[in-house]
């Protein structure tokens, strides 16, 4: 099973091997497309893992293989601007993704109890909030599985105005 660990900024090469095997694999995924991910310098690599990777967000991975060569998953927590009304202190699970060949092994699991984890006690979170396209069932279903709940609430879906993105959320510890 691959080590989970947190991004660092020296990590830049991988993320930009596995950010681009992830626009390959599931385009319509994530916002970004896969010929803007290729268009960017490795100044812009870098500069965009050492964001990853600061203290507003956290950036877990999954290193493959035994010299950590390859990353095999990779989710994010990033916090979200402070809720009124009292409730408690939000982050939002993004750039969720597992390699095709670890999918149905338990990574995602891991990768999820850690990025709940992270969200609780590095970013200080009591909500952790995500949206998951109105037709991927697979992945509502595993959401449900650790714990999270339809909001009621929707928004288009960045890549295809047509469809919705729902919001899911759950309590964390």
Do not use: C
């Not at 990025?115 to 991927?136: F, Q, T, Y």
């Amino acid at each position: 099973m691959p080590r989970i660990r947190r991004l660092v900024s020296e990590d830049w090469r991988l993320l930009k091997a596995v950010r681009l095997e992830m626009l390959a694999d599931t385009p319509m995924a994530y916002i970004e497309s896969l010929q803007a991910a290729r268009r960017q310098t490795d100044t812009q690599w870098q500069e965009r893992a050492s964001a990853m990777a600061g203290d507003s967000s956290v950036t877990l991975v999954a290193d493959s293989g035994m010299d950590g060569s390859r990353l095999s998953g990779l989710m994010r927590v990033v916090l979200k601007q402070p809720q009124v009304g009292g409730r408690p202190l939000q982050a939002m699970l993004i750039s969720v993704y597992v390699a095709p060949e670890h999918r149905g092994l338990g990574l995602a699991d891991q990768l999820l109890g850690a990025a709940s984890k992270a969200a609780h006690d590095d970013l200080a979170a009591g909500i952790l909030e995500l949206g998951v396209h109105e037709d991927n069932q697979r992945a509502m279903a595993f959401y449900k599985r650790h714990g999270f709940a339809p909001t009621g609430a929707s928004r288009p879906y960045p890549q295809d105005t047509s469809k919705r993105e729902l919001v899911m959320e759950r309590l964390l510890p």
